[in-house]
């Protein structure tokens, strides 16, 4: 309708605005206007009262004058802050705190290389200054090499023939280089190997550089096969540091660090008339010319960086999970929050078609789909956030947002990145590493854009049982979301305008959590600090394992030394295999008096720094015989490896980690000082990022096959370790005796890696601290330094279950517990189903708080009893497990592994990929059916009214873990438990109308004593009942109805309304699962109702 009260249609005047629609509500700014009006279109109805209530009597020309100042207000607020006029005239240095690191080839810089030609490759640096303002650097002049041992007897002339030779071999390999020349220089230089002590200050080395950084594998493949060198022969070379990526080389050479601040002085620095970034300051430099500041007092703050976070909708096809191909992006939605503030300046929700008002965010609704893409395109570039959050994004919202936009053939919409003409590029990845196992993902690379993807950083900083979004933010946020399914999402789109906007609060909640995860895990400022602290690229953090912050602190300081690193997939021992940690004989028993822990302080790093273990003091057993070493001047491990002590060298990897510690001890002490919140979090990030840093480097040696293995060193360390844990043990038990003046004799019960349990036989819990203390300070002294022993803490009481499986109260003050520690049982476990979980804590807590161990029994007993009878709630017995292989590939089939297949088969779309974990609940089958062949989707269970088999989950997931809880403090606790009346009475679902199920006819039942009757509501015998029956049965609908109802509406009250039916169908919470049954019970006690015919 127009403004008259006629509908007929508008003509669009001549300066023509995008077909968007405002709805500014709150204090947001009204929607800018983005994409392109058809020549003719109607008016919304809807659209038209929304901008009646806005604009009052403003004419169509007014309102299309108004759309177009919106747009210029919402790009201006948006906007970065203008460049200073000190910026712009080039008379002041640049400082910025670098966020992206990559490297590109292109045209060497004339400018700033006269003479050079061809091909270079140039280092980019992504950042922001102080000011807000955004950078891109491109750094010049810097080039690949590597080195190799110079042969005996190879002059200046031999260099000049071989550089010849090599240079020939060179063209052939890579033909369609655009160089002028391959190796550029090989030079000779004094180094030393890092492997084995070598008395010789150092020896002749080549170091070989070469025109661009993927000719350095090319030329290592050429020197591992060898050549044939006048005067030599046919010669093959070990090469040095030829496996280290450009980039990291680069930071390693210029003393940059992930994340640290960088300047270039003034002058010292060109602009090119045409950019080739849409970044505010574009520059280029000699990498010679650049200033890396440490991450000290002002250089230790945080750039203002802007980081979006976003979450897409898309409408999928009856029955299928959404596809790129074929199912559109009908919303998106917005936050864009400076990094260090609470509040987003950027909230809101583009919308394929009308959408109603939300409060404080700005609704931009579009009529078509290439306008809703092309909008987010120029917000990315309107806002230019430096990091790009979300949940999942890496491996579905960016992949479909690209993918969509090339089935629509819209081509301008991958330039997403800084870079000009810079499309975005996915591919399939797979992470992998010993302690995070396989994932299969899929790598976005937007130049210049760092993205963050929580469900990543979450899998692996932290072991959940379930990584959905909901889950992991009832764990860390005690905050729930609607879970709206995939197959309800089209409905909502193809109802009105408040289906879409109740579509769009879903869709604003999935981008607005994973923002609130990111500043209460403090993801960025550890993150930040680890890459401060390790050297590398702060991207490199998520994408790669531990291994490559050991190699860039190793590098960095065998730079120092003068060292160079071997490209050995093995050196040193070609033993596969060490003894691992000691972990003395566990004493097992339920302990009423206190025990006392003492703790080695950092173990591993301590051993390494006392006993000088290094690879450059590591002594080859021919050198032990040849170089006849003092015997003050070695140390003869356990494990029958020699190394030089400090006298006569200090090793690389002791050094690295006493800077590491030294510098852990100074942030924690700076974090106690500190008052600003910003502040501390830093310090915090920083101390943490160190204390892992510096237990990584054991692991490095270890790693068999990582960058540099060394098990000479590994081997030596666990040794150490064994040996002190057994000495620890005998001089506790030797001193704190009747004998030696104490009340009682002190007993050992059990010592792990790197602690000891000790009963000093006092039953006061501050009397067995002050002991702990005084045995911890007698046994230190009789260690090397930094090797320390430590008081930490009294369990009272304590059950002893096994090796690593152990539950007590934990005492770090004698008036009062902390609280309740396990390790290694149920409660910690993730792969036990939550009953599991929740029946030992309760009986821990009964047990060890209560001291009521037949408090304990008891409701063991009520819970078994309510398993059998099917009174358990569905979500308390769900498993879940991680998959880390396709079923095919699982030697032994699994449970998880062969459901994941069978899901594949119902739909590819929506089962589990490896890498994910795999809900799954254990169901009844034909007897001697296997556990895989009866593990089924929680859902699909419900869906269907699939019985659960409640005898496996009574003896695979109960009994043994109850067990080895009550065993220690319950007499004939399995007879006790798991036998008797309490598991005698047994109730089974009957499944719904699908399978076999559906050709079966069900027999009518009495509603009194459930016998089978042909027809009616009574048997003959409940005839005389009837009122009693009936009053019942209405009394069980009424009680009923009211759990339901009282379900509904905190579901309601989760999804932020008391006025819209629930959709959620989250499988992380249990009142789902509850809500589900509720509704299935209340139906079925309804049809029974019905069948009274009064």
């Given at each position: 309708m127009n403004r008259a009260g006629n509908s007929k249609k508008r003509p669009p005047p001549s300066n023509t605005p995008p077909a968007v629609k405002h709805q500014a509500t709150g204090n947001s700014t009204p929607s800018p206007a983005i994409g392109t009006l058809d020549d003719e279109f109607m008016v919304d109805e809807d659209v038209f009262l929304d901008e009646t209530l806005l604009y009052g009597d403003e004419d169509e020309?007014?309102?299309?004058?108004?759309?177009?100042?919106?747009?210029?207000?919402?790009?201006?607020?948006?906007?970065?802050?203008?460049?200073?006029?000190?910026?712009?005239?080039?008379?002041?240095?640049?400082?910025?705190?670098?966020?992206?690191?990559?490297?590109?080839?292109?045209?060497?810089?004339?400018?700033?290389?006269?003479?050079?030609?061809?091909?270079?490759?140039?280092?980019?640096?992504?950042?922001?200054?102080?000011?807000?303002?955004?950078?891109?650097?491109?750094?010049?002049?810097?080039?690949?090499?590597?080195?190799?041992?110079?042969?005996?007897?190879?002059?200046?002339?031999?260099?000049?023939?071989?550089?010849?030779?090599?240079?020939?071999?060179?063209?052939?390999?890579?033909?369609?280089?655009?160089?002028?020349?391959?190796?550029?220089?090989?030079?000779m230089v004094q180094k030393r190997s890092i492997m084995y002590y070598q008395q010789q200050e150092s020896q002749t080395f080549l170091k070989i550089t070469v025109a661009l950084p993927t000719m350095v594998a090319s030329c290592r493949g050429i020197l591992d096969r060898g050549l044939q060198i006048d005067g030599f022969g046919m010669k093959s070379f070990q090469t040095y540091e030829s496996n280290i990526?450009?980039?990291?080389?680069?930071?390693?050479?210029?003393?940059?660090?992930?994340?640290n601040w960088i300047e270039i002085p003034t002058g010292k620095y060109k602009k090119n008339a045409r950019t080739l970034s849409y970044c505010q300051l574009e520059f280029h430099c000699l990498y010679s010319d650049l200033i890396s500041h440490a991450a000290e007092g002002e250089y230790s703050k945080m750039a203002p960086f802007r980081v979006l976070s976003f979450d897409i909708e898309c409408a999928g096809r009856k029955g299928h999970f959404p596809e790129a191909k074929h199912d559109p992006v009908i919303q998106i939605a917005n936050l864009v929050t400076l990094q260090g503030e609470d509040h987003p300046f950027v909230r809101n929700v583009m919308t394929l078609k009308s959408c109603a008002p939300i409060v404080g965010v700005d609704v931009m609704s579009f009529e078509t789909e290439r306008e809703v893409l092309l909008a987010w395109r120029d917000l990315i570039r309107d806002v230019d956030p430096d990091i790009i959050i979300g949940y999942n994004i890496c491996k579905f919202d960016l992949p479909y947002l690209i993918e969509r936009a090339a089935t629509l053939g819209i081509e301008e919409f991958p330039l997403l990145g800084r870079v000009k003409n810079s499309r975005v590029r996915v591919r399939d990845s797979t992470f992998s590493s010993r302690q995070q196992g396989i994932r299969e993902s899929k790598e976005t690379t937007i130049e210049g854009r760092f993205q963050f993807d929580l469900i990543q950083a979450i899998h692996r900083d932290h072991k959940l049982s379930s990584y959905s979004l909901n889950s992991v933010s009832a764990h860390f946020l005690s905050e729930q979301k609607e879970d709206v399914h995939h197959s309800i999402i089209t409905d909502l789109q193809n109802g009105n305008a408040e289906t879409r906007r109740r579509l769009a609060v879903y869709c604003l909640k999935d981008a607005y959590l994973p923002q609130r995860l990111l500043d209460k895990l403090m993801f960025i400022y550890n993150y930040v600090e680890m890459a401060r602290v390790t050297g590398v690229p702060i991207s490199f953090l998520l994408a790669r394992g531990q291994s490559i912050k050991v190699l860039s602190q190793l590098l960095r300081k065998a730079k120092q030394k003068n060292l160079v690193l071997?490209?050995?997939?093995?050196?040193?021992?070609?033993?596969?295999?060490?003894?691992?940690?000691?972990?003395?004989?566990?004493?097992?028993?339920?302990?009423?008096?206190?025990?006392?822990?003492?703790?080695?302080?950092?173990?591993?790093?301590?051993?390494?720094?006392?006993y000088n273990l290094c690879y450059c003091t590591l002594v080859t057993p021919e050198d032990v015989r040849k170089l006849n070493l003092p015997p003050e001047h070695v140390t003869r491990t356990p494990s029958g490896e020699t190394f030089v002590k400090q006298s006569l060298q200090k090793g690389i990897l002791p050094e690295i980690l006493e800077e590491?510690?030294?510098?852990?001890?100074?942030?924690?002490?700076d974090l106690k000082e500190a008052k600003d919140p910003l502040e501390k979090a830093v310090l915090d990030g920083r101390q943490l990022a160190l204390k892992i840093s510096a237990n990584s480097v054991y692991g490095f040696t270890g790693a068999t096959n990582g960058q540099l293995p060394c098990l000479e060193i590994s081997s030596s360390v666990t040794s150490y370790g064994r040996q002190m844990i057994e000495q620890t043990k005998k001089l506790v038990e030797d001193k704190f005796t009747t004998l030696g003046g104490y009340e009682y004799n002190a007993e050992v019960i059990y010592g792990d890696t790197d602690s000891v349990m000790v009963q000093f036989g006092v039953s006061d819990v501050e009397a067995a601290m002050n002991l702990g203390r005084e045995a911890a300070e007698h046994i230190s002294g009789t260690f090397i330094k930094p090797i320390k022993l430590e008081f930490e803490k009294v369990y009272f009481p304590y059950l002893l279950i096994n090796k690593k499986r152990y539950a007590g109260l934990l005492w770090t003050n004698p008036q009062q517990f902390d609280k309740m520690d396990t390790k290694g049982i149920e409660t910690v476990r993730r792969d036990n189903c939550l009953l599991v979980k929740n029946l030992v804590t309760e009986s821990l807590n009964k047990i060890l708080i209560d001291r009521d161990v037949p408090g304990a029994a008891e409701n063991v007993k009520k819970t078994i009893s309510d398993l059998l009878m099917n009174r358990i709630d569905l979500s308390l017995l769900v498993i879940t497990k991680g998959l880390t292989k396709t079923g095919d590939d699982y030697e032994v089939k699994s449970a998880h592994g062969e459901l994941a297949e069978r899901m594949r088969k119902r739909d590819a779309a929506t089962a589990p990929n490896v890498g994910d974990r795999v809900p799954y609940v254990i169901i009844k089958a034909a007897k001697g059916a296997k556990a895989y062949e009866r593990s089924e989707d929680p859902i699909y269970v419900l869906q269907n009214n699939i019985p659960i088999d409640p005898n496996y989950y009574l003896e695979n997931q109960i009994s043994k873990p109850l067990l080895r809880i009550f065993e220690p403090v319950l007499k004939n606790a399995s007879k006790e438990l798991l036998h008797g009346s309490h598991t005698r009475s047994i109730s089974i679902t009957t499944p719904s109308n699908s399978g076999i199920m559906k050709f079966a006819k069900k027999q009518l039942s009495c509603v009194g004593c459930k016998v089978p009757i042909s027809n009616g509501t009574l048997c003959a015998s409940c005839k005389g009942r009837e009122a009693e029956l009936y009053c019942k049965n209405v009394s069980q609908v009424a009680e009923l109805e009211e759990v339901f109802g009282r379900l509904w509406t905190q579901c309601q009250e989760c999804q932020g309304s008391l006025h819209q039916d629930v959709l959620c169908t989250s499988r992380d919470c249990p009142i789902f699962y509850r809500r589900m049954k509720a509704q299935k019970d209340m139906a079925v006690a309804r049809q029974q109702l019905d069948r009274w015919s009064f």
């Open positions: 020309e007014s309102l299309i004058l108004r759309d177009i100042e919106e747009r210029e207000s919402r790009s201006s607020a948006w906007a970065r802050p203008p460049l200073s006029p000190a910026y712009l005239s080039n008379s002041q240095s640049i400082t910025f705190q670098q966020l992206e690191i990559d490297s590109i080839i292109s045209e060497s810089h004339k400018e700033l290389l006269p003479g050079s030609s061809g091909q270079a490759p140039i280092i980019r640096m992504f950042g922001v200054t102080r000011e807000g303002n955004s950078v891109c650097c491109f750094v010049h002049g810097f080039e690949p090499y590597f080195y190799i041992a110079c042969p005996p007897g190879m002059g200046p002339d031999d260099i000049s023939k071989f550089h010849q030779i090599l240079e020939g071999r060179m063209r052939e390999s890579n033909k369609n280089a655009k160089v002028p020349k391959f190796v550029r220089r090989i030079e990526i450009f980039v990291l080389r680069f930071m390693v050479d210029c003393n940059i660090v992930g994340g071997p490209n050995a997939k093995q050196s040193g021992s070609e033993q596969g295999t060490y003894e691992g940690a000691t972990v003395l004989e566990a004493r097992t028993g339920f302990y009423e008096k206190p025990i006392a822990t003492l703790d080695f302080a950092s173990l591993y790093p301590s051993i390494m720094m006392a590491l510690l030294t510098a852990r001890k100074r942030a924690k002490a």
